[in-house]
């Protein structure tokens, strides 16, 4: 009995290190898992043929991540996260393909080295009443149709401290993708001031030897926006405006204004944005209604409809339908939870 009591002394010796420092630094399992149900249709468009209405599950970007700290001392701390995203409706997904990463943070602000939203898509997206998701988030129209809310791999990023209020984002994405005659990087920068009922930001970002994310020799997108929030009460109206120039194609402008309404639980949801690029254009409406069961879920409805003119390419934010030029409308409805 003893030699028994002995083995567990000691074997309890050996784990009490390891509980010690997961109490000491918690590593945190958490996620999202978000659905909606959608109605969707396409009208003709020159030669392009109408899709006609289909019910359609779309997953609005769930994930499973977990994240840690660790104190190092002296005011040092390092830190870590692995996002994967999941489909609830088809089980597919690849790991730590959201926002994965790990750094080290003090009082002069954070460096990270990963996969993560670069900074014009974390400051610019903030203003969109539909959370950056669903078929009439703001990557629909604005952001160049989305070609700039971007999560890029192989990120090196610093995050300043809080100062009064204003707070700086610097990252790039160097060369690795280098080839005989491309040397493609990603450089983006944000400055937001959010204090109170006010939050704003302004971005630059730029791709060189990229178009969308094909490798290009030669070629430079670049993009300059402007974003603003303010909460008036229960009513928080919201506005976005960027510009950006790429390599043989016409110059893209667009915006956004969007607002939401909260009676207690229940959330009136509503947004337009225009984009054009040299003689095409599009404009898209979006209309709904959130019923917030608690702070972790909740069921939302809303109608979007997109009207893109001479081959325009705007789409929904999330689950793209169709083709270039063509009309869309989507009725939705679903239920989110976090945990």
């Not at 003893?2 to 399992?29: D, E, S, Y």
């Not at 090196?156 to 401290?161: A, G, I, N, R």
Request: hydrophobic share 35%.
């Amino acid at each position: 009995m003893n030699k028994k009591l002995l083995a567990l002394a000691v074997a309890g010796a050996c784990v009490a290190p390891t509980a010690m420092a997961q109490t000491a630094n918690p590593v945190t399992l958490y996620g999202r898992i978000y659905l909606t149900v959608e109605n969707v249709e396409a009208d003709a468009a020159g030669t392009t043929a109408a899709l006609a209405k289909r019910t359609r599950m779309i997953d609005q970007a769930s994930y499973l991540g977990v994240r840690g700290t660790e104190d190092l001392g002296g005011g040092l701390k390092a830190f870590f996260q692995l996002e994967t995203a999941f489909n609830p409706d088809d089980g597919s997904g690849t790991f730590a393909n959201r926002n994965s990463g790990v750094g080290l943070q003090g009082g002069w602000g954070s460096v990270l080295l990963g996969r993560w939203d670069t900074p014009m898509k974390s400051s610019m997206t903030a203003v969109d009443p539909y959370g950056d998701l669903t078929a009439g988030d703001i990557t629909g129209a604005a952001l160049d149709q989305g070609n700039f809310s971007r999560r890029n791999g192989n990120l090196v990023q610093y995050w300043s401290p809080n100062m009064g209020g204003f707070a700086v984002k610097l990252a790039h994405m160097p060369d690795e993708g280098r080839t005989a005659t491309a040397k493609p990087t990603v450089t983006s920068a944000s400055l937001t001031y959010s204090k109170g009922a006010i939050y704003l930001a302004a971005a630059y970002e730029e791709h060189k030897d990229q178009l969308g994310t094909t490798t290009t020799a030669g070629a430079k997108e670049e993009g300059v926006a402007l974003a603003g929030r303010v909460a008036l009460g229960k009513l928080r109206l919201m506005g976005h405006y960027g510009e950006y120039k790429k390599t043989g194609s016409a110059k893209d402008k667009s915006y956004m204004v969007g607002a939401d309404y909260a009676m207690g639980k229940h959330v009136l949801l509503g947004s337009y944005q225009n984009a054009e690029a040299g003689t095409a254009d599009c404009d898209m409406y979006s209309i709904g209604y959130r019923y917030d069961f608690s702070k972790r879920t909740f069921f939302i409805a809303s109608y979007t409809e997109v009207d893109n003119s001479n081959g325009m390419n705007c789409n929904f934010g999330t689950g793209s339908f169709g083709s270039a030029g063509q009309d869309l409308t989507a009725i939705s409805a679903g239920i989110r939870h976090v945990f």
